[in-house]
Each structure stands twice: as C-alpha cells, then as structure tokens.
C-alpha cells in the first residue's frame, strides 16, 4: 500500500486511479506512515487538509460517513452554529439513505450545499475547515456516490479510528483541551474552565506562570495577528479562585481494584502522577528529598516568576485527597527503591535533574570563593540568602532558563553589573525568549558568540574569566549550528562573581540495589515511551530522569501517563497502547500545524498583555513581575480564540 491513488492532501491533486505503473504521480504533500497501529495499515485518511486514499479497498461514501459522524459527535459539543447544529446532522441522514440505495442526485446535490452553508456561516474550525475534504470527495468521486445512491453500487463498512485535536492541543505534551478552557473563560464560566483544566493537570496556577508556550507557538491565531496569551488565561482562572476563596476539590472515582504506590520526587512528574492515581481512589505516598514540594520546581525558579505559595497551595489538595507526603526523606539514602518496590505495588519515580554539568575548564573550583553552578546558586538565592555578598561584578554562563533565572537574580542582590555569555547567538538560546527580553529590560548585559576559557583566582577568590569569540559552523546533533572558537580571540571579562549554568544532568545512585533497569548513554532511564514502564514491572520513569532537563508540562504529561499506567497494572489491564497514543505517533509525521496556512475572514485583534512591574522597581525585589489578567481582561483575551478543533479519520 505503498502507491497513493488518490490525495488532495494540502490542496494538490493526485489521482492515480486508473493509470499505469509507469505514470503513477508520487505524493510530496504528506508523509503518510504505512502503519497506525502496530498491526494495522492505513488505507485511507479523512481530515482537516484533504482526503489520502492508498487501497482500493476504501469506500469513499463510508469513509465520508465515518469522517463526518465524528465531526458531528464533536460538533456537539458547541452548538452555537444553527448550520451546524442541522447540517451535518441532515448529511449524515443522506448518507445513510445512499448505503441503502435510496437516494437521488438531489440529495446529493443538498449535501453538497449544506457542507458549503456550514463553511460559509460557521463561526470556529470545525465548520470552517471540517466539510473541505467532503466536498472534495463530491468532487472528485462523484461517480462513486451516484451509483451507489441507485443501488448500482454497494456500500462496504470499514473500520476507522477518529480523533479531535487542534494546534495548541497537539502542541501541548500534557494535551490540555485548550479551546474548550478558553470557550468557557469567554463566557465568564471561570470554575468549569478550571476543570476542564485539571482534567489532566492539576497545576494550572504553577504553569501558567513558568510554561514555555509551545501552545502559543502553534496557534492559529498567530498568523492573522499574535498568538491568544493560553498560558495567561490559564494562571487567570487559577487566580480567580484563589481570589475566590475555593479550594480544589477534584472528585475521587475509585477504580474497581486499588492498591498501594509511592512516589519519589514531589516535582511536577510526582504530583501529576500522585493526583491522578489518587483521583483513582489508590493509596499513595509521596517521598521527596527537601523540605518543601515542588522539587527543582521550588528550589530552582525564583520568586518574581513562581511565587512558593502558588506552588505549595496546588500541592496542598494532594493532601485533601489522602496523598501522604514524607518530606527530608532522600531515596538511596533513608530508604532504598528496593525496599520500595517490595513494600508497594507500584513506584513512580519522577526526580529531576539536580546536578550541574561541569565547564571543564581551567580554574574551575566550587571551593573558590564567588564561583557558583546555577543550580546551587538559585537554592539559596530561594532560601532568601545571597551567597556572595562581597561580590559586585557578576559573569553568567549558559543560555538556558537557569542561566537567565541567575542573570536575574544576580540583578535582584544589588549587583553593580551582570554579564551573561553564550556561544551562539540569541536565537539559538533554549531559554524562554520572553525570559530574555525580560532580562535585558532589566538590563543584563548579553555578550553572544563567546565561551569561557579559563577561570581567574587570586588568593582563592575569583578575579576574571578569560573568553574567547566564537563564530558559527555547520549545524550540530542538535540541529543549531556549531560554535567554533575564533583563533586568537581571547579577552578577559573583569568580574568577582561566576556562575555556571549550562545544563544539568541526573543523579542516578538512586538505583543502587536495583539490577536490569536500563539507562541510556545521557544517564536517563530507558521507558516505553507512552507507558513510562521500565524493564522492571513494577517501576515506572518520568519527568527530567526520563527525558533529561526539560520543561514543567513534558513532567506533568510523563506524571500522567504513569498514572494511567499504574492504575491499568493494579487493575491487572494489559499494558497496550491505546489509540490517544497512536494518533500521537501520527500527528508527529502529519502535521495539524501549517504555519504557511492563510486564514481569511478574521478582523485582526491585538494580544492583551498582563500588566507588569516597571524594570526599574522590579529589579531590586523578587516580588513576582507579572500580575495577571482582570476578568474583563481575560474575557477579552479568550474572545480572541478561532476554536481551532480539527477531525481526522483513519481507515485501516
């Protein structure tokens, strides 16, 4: 099933029907995988950019009703359009008429004029964009429905799996239903947007602060004006009710069987993890290393972005819901993940990356005085202490999150200057470029193409750094470009103070005891990739030890399928993917994202920006720099969503 013998995949025509070997057209539009699930091929697909078909086995005509019954199913769920609301409804009734052989060429002809009524009056995706590849399968098969529809020709029933999605969902790792939360928002409905939010994560007010957006990245919005601010109207609604006095109270459905978990690590993976097995009525407890919750989350994101008590009250409902938290108790060390794994019926472990990686450079020496790594630095800078007053003349190195997060904290401790450097150039850097701007608002001072060479010491106390000007290569494994040093090029940076963060890996002595758990060549653990299940039944991976450093909502999505996981082993359910996991696969080669789409009809309308503390005043504190939207700011802003859902069909 290789050959393509029909597609009008992003608006190019192949139709191969009928032709010879020879001059079969190849597709160039799509990269279709030749599997969905492991065992079954894809024959056709139906969706939001056109019509594939590769066996000649698919019925067009059931593909369409296949196609367009969950377009309805969805459409449903909305019901503010009357062409909607009837004309899929009207469509699938003629369908229905055809596979009898009932039907007439008018009926046809209707079908077609409600599928263009519905794309000519719809007020979001699902009517703009859900008839296009039915009116192109009228077009281009109409033979196909006119014989069927005289009974010349029987209709045959596949087999179809379907699926809602839209840009920003499929962006978000965690897939949050995003239109729905915003669509609420809009109609001043706060607490049933903060619902459907904690459906999967139970952490709004906490990302809504920190996430790094890819939502926004993938909005559709975005090609007519900005982006909608998602991350904005997400900590608006946990606001709200914390401004309303509410307390979360997610309900507790017991699965039929329940057993006991422990959970190492209270950082985003944990938490998600413990919430949604406690949602399922299991018996869980939560062991962390610090004082606190929150893991790096608490210890390693300053207060101007993340507020303790915004993390620590989201925490506080694990509690509610009977989660035992075990504080000042490191794994390893009080308790061995042997004991764990004998004691309980599962273990989740989700601890992050809390190690920083090394400069390997000259001079570098934690036990000289005013010589940081990022990581350490934030722990106390979070614990209210500066651990270098004395210095004056800061020097970042990296261009992570981390290192921005140090630049600005540096500022905050009354510093007289703060340098950052990084070897490639602002566009490469991995930190959240609103971080960036916000830094050098605040006046950090970025020194791009330019690597550290050798730390300098006098009497134990840094000096200088030596640098060196780089210039930029082929691209790396990474995909960014190479740094290359410039020779020659060495100049010293005049500072008292150096930090360095430019990444951080895991600590893995954890696993002393335990054998046959593979781990990778980044000193990560080795999981099935949607169940999060080690080589060891009963242990389950996720978060930064899984994935290596990477963001707060890829923690909590990893939390959340671990839990699914658990719950399903508990249970004694196999293991088996299930078709959310399958059209994840797919969405990675099919992309529901087309930033070259153009999308007409839309009055252009500014983003509403959340108010925030002049540079000036906000750099001497670490009060938190955003404020958050106002209800009629919020509502304002959700007005601005398109509604972007999108419907796929596979037939197999």
Not at 220 to 244: C, M, N, Q, W
Not at 300 to 314: K, V, W
Not at 435 to 454: G, S, Y
Not at 586 to 605: A, G, H, Q, T
């Amino acid at each position: 099933m290789g050959d393509i013998l029909f597609s009008s995949w992003g608006k190019s025509i192949i139709d191969n029907r009928g032709k010879k070997d020879q001059d079969l057209e190849k597709q160039t539009t799509i990269e279709l995988p030749e599997y969905f699930t492991e065992n079954k091929k894809i024959k056709a697909l139906m969706g939001w950019n056109g019509i594939v078909i590769r066996s000649p086995e698919v019925d067009i005509v059931d593909l369409c009703r296949g196609y367009i019954e969950a377009v309805l199913s969805h459409s449903k769920t909305c019901d503010r359009c009357n062409y909607c609301k009837t004309g899929w409804k009207e469509m699938i009734e003629v369908l229905q008429d055809i596979a009898k052989g009932e039907a007439t060429g008018e009926d046809i002809e209707f079908m077609g004029s409600a599928a263009e009524a519905i794309v000519s009056n719809a007020k979001c995706s699902i009517g703009k964009i859900g008839p296009s590849p039915f009116l192109q399968a009228l077009k281009y098969f109409s033979d196909d429905f006119a014989q069927a529809a005289k009974g010349a020709k029987p209709v045959i029933p596949g087999t179809y799996y379907s699926k809602l999605t839209a840009p920003c969902i499929d962006a978000c790792p965690i897939h949050l239903d995003i239109p729905k939360y915003i669509e609420h928002i809009k109609d001043t409905k706060f607490a049933e947007s903060i619902k459907v939010i904690r459906e999967r994560l139970p952490l709004p007010g906490t990302v809504g602060r920190v996430c790094f957006r890819p939502c926004e990245t993938h909005c559709r919005r975005a090609l007519v004006d900005e982006p909608v601010s998602i991350k904005g109207l997400k900590r608006f609604v946990a606001d709200h009710e914390l401004k309303e006095g509410k307390e979360p109270a997610p309900e507790v459905t017991p699965s039929a069987k329940t057993g006991k978990v422990a959970i190492v690590g209270c950082g985003p993976a944990g938490i998600t993890c413990a919430f949604h097995l406690a949602v399922k009525g299991h018996n869980i407890t939560l062991f962390e290393r610090l004082a606190e919750p929150g893991g790096m989350s608490a210890v390693g994101i300053p207060d101007y972005r993340l507020p303790r008590n915004i993390l620590q009250r989201e925490v506080e409902q694990l509690k509610r819901m009977g989660v035992t938290l075990i504080y000042n108790h490191t794994i390893g060390k009080e308790t061995k993940l042997s004991q764990l794994e004998n004691d309980f019926d599962a273990v989740f472990v989700g601890i992050g990356a809390q190690e920083s990686l090394p400069l390997a450079i000259e001079g570098e020496n934690e036990k000289i005085k005013g010589f940081f790594t990022g990581l350490n630095y934030l722990k106390e800078i979070n614990e209210g202490l500066d651990p270098y007053p004395q210095g004056k003349k800061a020097t970042v190195i990296g261009g992570g999150n981390v290192a921005i997060d140090c630049a600005r904290s540096l500022l905050r401790t009354n510093k007289e200057s703060v340098n950052l450097i990084y070897r490639r150039t602002r566009s490469e850097m991995p930190s959240d470029s609103a971080e960036i701007h916000d830094a050098e608002q605040e006046q950090v001072n970025f020194h791009f193409l330019t690597a550290p060479k050798r730390i300098l010491a006098e009497n134990g106390r840094v000096t200088g750094l030596e640098c060196i000007r780089m210039k930029l290569g082929e691209p790396d494994k990474s995909g960014r470009p190479r740094p290359m040093p410039v020779e020659g090029s060495e100049f010293i940076f005049e500072c008292d103070t150096i930090i360095s963060a430019i990444g951080q890996k895991i600590d893995l002595s954890f696993l002393e005891g335990i054998e046959g758990v593979q781990t990778s060549p980044w000193n990560t653990m080795v999981v099935d990739e949607f169940t999060k299940q080690s080589s060891r039944p009963k242990l389950f991976f996720a978060g930064d030890c899984e994935t290596g450093p990477d963001a707060l909502i890829t923690a909590c999505a990893g939390g959340r399928k671990a839990a699914q996981s658990i719950d399903r082993m508990i249970n004694q359910i196999p293991l088996e993917y299930e078709t959310e996991h399958y059209f994840d696969k797919l969405f990675k080669i099919v992309n529901v994202y087309d930033p070259k789409e153009e999308i007409k009809k839309v009055e252009p309308r500014k983003r509403l920006h959340a108010k925030a503390l002049p540079p000036e005043i906000r750099k001497s504190n670490f009060d938190e720099v955003e404020s958050g939207f106002s209800a009629q700011e919020a509502v304002s802003e959700a007005e601005r969503c398109l509604r972007c859902y999108q419907v796929i069909t596979v037939a197999v």
